[in-house]
């Protein structure tokens, strides 16, 4: 009898917190690892950038981290996107970039984090550029929210963040976000939730975040959808078409080494397509996730198909 998908990801996220397995996936596991990963340094992610927007798709650079135990990590991390920024800028590149409050010092110290996240944001308003502030877990939603408001209303809208579709919040979160002009990606959701906030199954899963993606369009509202289920990108293209929506009026998202094939062809049928290109050292809380969210991955990786 086969393990069920919430099983898996339940189960593979249990076992991933747990110390030991960290050390050795970090010992052996950056090989694997790399399939999802742009490389260690800036100049590696750049490099893949440029190629993905020759193949006509647009990209979001990351450089990993999370979790951070010192306030001066958080002000590492702050100058590499000030110079990530930047760079993106001087060498031409069709893309923005994604960062996480908790790599900025949100545990740590919320002011501080607000500092340093409001420094990218400020860096990439000079250039005409756009951040977004990703979604951690739950713990995390609404300070995250509250951050991105908080930008929008000193006047810094050039920065959105991202809903997860199996907590129950998020149907409210983006009717609300959407009427303050917050720009939204919508994806399944990564992390381990309890019941009591979110969606177990996968098919309430993706039902809610077809809810939220067709309200959101039908209301005119520039919307990323973030996922490669096909399940997912057919109805939004269906959704789309049926409606009158125009194929550059939303995105589609989707991660570095995955259907990589497949998110050039979308290109090339005119419709709008973000690769999310992470980079850097730091790279296994991001590798498990991937994992975590379909049994199809673990596969893909060991298999290191390019489709």
Aim: charged share 25%.
């Amino acid at each position: 009898m086969g393990i069920g998908t919430g099983m898996y990801r339940r189960m593979l996220l249990s076992i991933a917190g747990r110390r030991t397995v960290e050390r050795l996936a970090a010992k052996y596991g950056g090989k694997l690892a790399s399939r999802f990963i742009a490389g260690d340094s800036r100049e590696e992610a750049l490099a893949v950038a440029a190629d993905l927007n020759k193949r006509g798709i647009l990209v979001t650079l990351d450089h990993l981290g999370e979790g951070i135990r010192r306030l001066e990590e958080a002000s590492s991390y702050r100058d590499e996107y000030v110079e990530l920024v930047r760079s993106i800028a001087k060498n031409g590149v069709l893309g923005n970039v994604s960062l996480k409050p908790t790599q900025m010092g949100l545990v740590l110290d919320a002011k501080a984090c607000y500092g340093n996240i409001r420094s990218v944001v400020l860096e990439a308003r000079k250039t005409r550029g756009f951040v977004r502030i990703d979604m951690e877990d739950s713990p995390y939603t609404q300070a995250t929210i509250d951050i991105v408001r908080r930008l929008h209303a000193e006047g810094l809208t050039n920065v959105g963040t991202v809903l997860q579709a199996y907590l129950y919040r998020s149907e409210q979160d983006a009717a609300e976000l959407t009427k303050e002009n917050i720009r939204l990606r919508l994806v399944k959701g990564a992390y381990k939730e309890p019941a009591s906030i979110a969606y177990q199954r996968s098919a309430d899963v993706i039902a809610n975040l077809r809810k939220i993606a067709g309200s959101l369009m039908s209301q005119s509202a520039y919307v990323a959808i973030g996922s490669h289920d096909d399940r997912i990108i057919n109805w939004v293209r269906d959704f789309a078409a049926s409606n009158g929506i125009a194929k550059d009026a939303f995105e589609f998202q989707m991660l570095y080494g995955l259907r990589m094939g497949y998110q050039e062809k979308l290109a090339s049928e005119g419709y709008r397509v973000r690769c999310y290109v992470p980079y850097g050292v730091m790279w296994y809380p991001y590798f498990t996730r991937r994992l975590a969210e379909k049994p199809a991955n673990l596969w893909m990786v060991v298999k290191h198909s390019w489709r």
